[in-house]
């Protein structure tokens, strides 16, 4: 439960150092694509993971036509199309736009908006936030402060669960009841409790005052994190400029967030029991183009004609029971996979800095079964799309890999041959923080 809390949120971390931000935000969108090894890269911002199935088939034609044909799922519930050909991004934004997947132009990175996937179907919530989400993406399309936005920073709407509340948003709104909401800034175990009708509003409102603070702070801050000192100054002017657009909000102590676990793969049972919806994920996150097209056409033909991407490069099909179709195309459909919690970055051939081929390497290294910690593989020191919370972090180095659980000593220069028993092992240490 919410108790009242001190008048000003507590210090960040003394030992934390903001990044240095010495060039402008280069992060890709659709209209903005980043040149890869393996062609030119689109990042195709999915607020709240939402798409319907004619949104779903533009984006395999895209993939199809015009790029590698594969699918790429991201962290934050978004879609990568990698391999497009050059001088292909004004078609690419034609068949988007008119997917209405592009709805405003000068948005398009910003629209960065996750939500809990399984909100409204399994009688976990406290309040469906998936309204919540949609009125904040029509609100950030309408506004022309938040086009200074970075495209790095991101919002979240967490249906109480506490799965994408633990992601480490800028800026995360909770259900607390039926009716209310509570918003938080970056990891500050501070909020405003708010009406939840009011919550996208409200959100909106501390973006806006984050890019003000942060200017007057003299330094280049793209995420809440990177703001000098405390957050005091920025819940401060929230504060103040929710009052002034007639919202009420208490201030409110914010417990503590662990790391929220992600939809398991199978069926989703609502609150009577009965399958409302079926989960899958992808290998690594990516889809060919046949296992994109089944995922539409099975939520067409047996669903309800939405698809819901989640941060955990999975997809939840509400309506659709039959889990057969989606396993004979390839895709984790149980738990039992031991693909399960296994996760890479692009690594070799698409990325120049990347060490080693991640992906093989992962592959060789699969164990029998899923286990209790998640692995992530990284090409560099970089890290790319790594989860939340404890994995086992294997990192190529020129030395071949390093092994840990993230934040403990790694064992180090290891070669591929050994890393299925090191990597299994680690996965199955137990962890406690």
């Known amino acids: 439960m919410l108790a009242a809390m001190p008048t000003a949120p507590g210090p960040r971390d003394a030992g934390a150092i903001p990044p240095s931000r010495d060039r402008g935000d280069a992060c890709p969108g659709t209209l ?3 040149a890869a090894d393996d062609g030119a890269l689109a990042r195709v911002r999915i607020p709240a993971g939402a798409l319907t199935t004619g949104q779903a088939l533009a984006l395999w034609d ?42 405003s132009p000068r948005h398009e990175r910003v629209r960065n908006v996750v939500a809990s996937p399984l909100s409204g179907l399994d009688g976990r919530h406290e309040a469906d936030v998936r309204p919540w989400a949609r009125e904040l993406d029509r609100l950030l399309c309408g506004s022309e402060a938040v086009t200074g936005l970075s495209g790095r920073f991101l919002f979240a709407f967490d249906d109480g669960r506490g799965d994408v509340a633990a992601l480490g948003a800028d800026v995360t709104v909770q259900a607390a009841g039926r009716t209310d909401a509570v918003l938080r800034l970056g990891s500050d175990d501070a909020g405003v409790s708010v009406r939840g009708e009011d919550a996208p509003r409200a959100a909106l409102l501390a973006a806006e005052a984050f890019l003000d603070v942060a ?9 809440v994190s990177e703001l000098p000192g405390s957050t005091a100054e920025l819940m401060t002017e929230v504060a103040s400029r929710l009052a ?9 102590a ?16 609502g609150p009577d029991g009965r399958t409302t919806a079926l989960s899958v994920v992808a290998p690594l996150g990516v889809l060919t183009a046949a296992q994109w097209h089944e995922l539409a056409t099975v939520a067409a033909k047996d669903g309800n004609g939405e698809l819901r991407l989640t941060p955990w490069r999975g997809v939840i099909l509400p309506g659709v029971k039959d889990a057969a179709a989606l396993e004979s195309a390839g895709l984790i459909t149980s738990p039992a996979s031991p693909w399960l919690g296994v996760g890479a970055c692009i690594g070799r051939p698409g990325c120049a800095k990347s060490l080693a081929d991640v992906r093989a390497d992962a592959a060789k290294a699969l164990g029998p079964g899923p286990s209790s910690l998640p692995v992530y593989w990284s090409g560099c020191e970089r890290r790319c799309g790594h989860p939340h919370g404890d994995w086992v972090d294997v990192v190529a180095t020129a030395d071949g890999y390093d ?21 299994a092992a680690a996965r199955t240490s137990a962890v406690t923080r």
């Open 32 to 34: 903005r694509l980043h």
């Open 62 to 103: 895209a993939a199809q036509r015009l790029g590698d044909g594969s699918l790429h799922l991201t962290s934050r519930g978004n879609v990568q199309l990698r391999g497009l050909g050059e001088g292909c991004g004004g078609e690419l934004a034609d068949v988007l736009g008119a997917a209405g997947l592009l709805p």
């Open 215 to 223: 200017r007057d702070s003299g330094a280049r801050c793209w995420r």
């Open 244 to 252: 002034a657009d007639g919202i009420s909000g208490t201030l409110v």
């Open 254 to 269: 914010v417990p503590l967030t662990t790391v929220g676990d992600p939809p398991p793969p199978g069926a989703v049972a």
């Open 403 to 423: 092994v840990r659980v993230h934040g403990d000593e790694p064992c180090t220069g290891m070669p591929p041959s050994e890393l299925a028993a090191i990597v």
